[in-house]
T-cell receptor
Framework: RKEVEQDPGPFNVPEGATVAFNCTYSNSASQSFFWYRQDCRKEPKLLMSVYSSGNEDGRFTAQLNRASQYISLLIRDSKLSDSATYLC??????????FGQGTTLQVKP | EPEVTQTPSHQVTQMGQEVILRCVPISNHLYFYWYRQILGQKVEFLVSFYNNEISEKSEIFDDQFSVERPDGSNFTLKIRSTKLEDSAMYFC????????????FGDGTRLSIL
């Protein structure tokens, strides 16, 4: 299994839809998980941190499933401005972030 | 909101030349990182730095690469003799306390090697 794996998509959804992405990780000892948003040719921007079972921030919900070693990101009521690539990141033993290849979301009017 | 700043935003260099990429991490952060992203690929770790020394480096970070924190604010990445395959976006990141803490990224330097 790759260290961090994501379905690259693209996910094409209409405005207002609910969409969910999964990210699987290989290190069962991982304690923290991060979702970043990356716009084309820009830097990763922190979207959410996950330390326990999950986290919620407005329309965004992250959930952790330790037994199956995946985290998910749910976006409700999608907006056009949500179109971006969503990166899952898991810290390695020394703190470096290990990124997945990202999932691309296109929200269409 | 405090942010990580990077200069230059774009650097074009001839193969074989030296480049220095500069970063100013968030002021109260103690852990510093460099990552790179080749166009169309994922973000890859290069090196981490804490307490004025390298904590970890990846296989990419060979003898051509070095990092330095020359003063209390700047954090630099030097590539001594650039190759075509060094063309990428280079991101600096910092975190307050290291492991299990989120890292905040600068807006990157696009390095183009001709």
């Amino acid at each position: 299994r790759k260290e961090v794996e994501q379905d690259p998509g693209p996910f094409n959804v209409p405005e207002g839809a609910t969409v969910a992405f999964n990210c699987t990780y290989s290190n069962s000892a991982s304690q923290s998980f991060f979702w970043y948003r990356q716009d084309c040719r820009k830097e990763p921007k922190l979207l959410m941190s996950v330390y326990s079972s999950g986290n919620e921030d407005g329309r965004f919900t992250a959930q952790l499933n330790r037994a199956s070693q995946y985290i998910s990101l749910l976006i409700r009521d999608s907006k056009l401005s949500d179109s971006a690539t969503y990166l899952c990141a898991v810290p390695g033993d020394t703190g470096k972030l290990i990124f997945g290849q990202g999932t691309t979301l296109q929200v269409k009017p | 909101e405090p942010e990580v700043t990077q200069t230059p935003s774009h650097q074009v260099t001839q193969m074989g030349q030296e480049v220095i990429l500069r970063c100013v991490p968030i002021s109260n952060h103690l852990y510093f990182y460099w990552y790179r992203q080749i166009l169309g690929q994922k973000v890859e770790f290069l090196v981490s730095f804490y307490n004025n020394e390298i904590s970890e480096k990846s296989e990419i970070f060979d003898d051509q690469f070095s990092v330095e924190r020359p003063d209390g604010s700047n954090f630099t990445l030097k590539i001594r003799s650039t190759k075509l395959e060094d063309s990428a976006m280079y991101f600096c990141a910092s975190s307050e306390t290291g492991i299990n803490q989120p890292q905040h990224f600068g807006d990157g330097t696009r390095l183009s090697i001709l």
